[in-house]
C-alpha cells in the first residue's frame, strides 16, 4: 500500500525552527517529484516546496524562499521539510504529497495526513 506519513508538527514561536517529516512507503520516494503544501486555516491549500525525482533539485514557493528547504534521505525513504525564521502566518496544516511524475510537482496523486504547525507567541 502506498502511503504517507508526516511527523514532527507543533507549536514554535516566531523566529523559530520546526523541521518536518514524511516517511514513505509503498514506493520510492526518490523516483517521484514529491511535494509540500500547506492549508492555513480558513485558506485554500498552497503548494509550499518539492524535490524532484532523480537527482533531486529542489524548489519552493516565493513566500518560503530562503526559509523553507525540502531534503530527501533515499536510505530512510523520508522527506523532510527544514523550516526556519517562522512566522505566524506559516501556521497551517502541512501535507506531503507524491506526483504521478519525477518531473513535474502537479497530479499529487497520493497525500499524507498532515501535521499542525502553529506558530505563535
Known amino acids: 500500500e502506498v502511503q504517507l506519513v508526516e511527523s514532527g508538527g507543533g507549536l514554535v514561536q516566531p523566529g523559530g525552527s520546526l523541521r518536518l517529516s514524511c516517511a514513505a512507503s509503498?514506493?520510492?520516494?526518490?523516483?517521484?517529484?514529491m511535494s509540500w503544501v500547506r492549508q492555513a486555516p480558513g485558506k485554500g491549500l498552497e503548494w509550499v516546496s518539492g524535490i524532484k525525482g532523480g537527482g533531486g533539485s529542489t524548489h519552493s514557493a516565493d513566500s518560503v524562499k530562503g526559509r523553507f528547504t525540502s531534503s530527501r534521505d533515499n536510505a530512510k525513504n523520508t522527506l523532510y521539510l527544514q523550516m526556519n525564521t517562522l512566522k505566524p502566518e506559516d501556521t497551517a496544516v502541512y501535507y506531503c504529497?507524491?506526483?504521478?511524475?519525477?518531473?513535474?510537482?502537479?497530479?499529487?496523486?497520493?497525500w499524507g495526513q498532515g501535521t499542525l504547525v502553529t506558530v505563535s507567541s
Open positions: 504529497a507524491k506526483s504521478l511524475t519525477n518531473w513535474n510537482f502537479g497530479f499529487l496523486e497520493v
Open positions: 509503498g514506493f520510492t520516494c526518490s523516483n517521484y517529484a
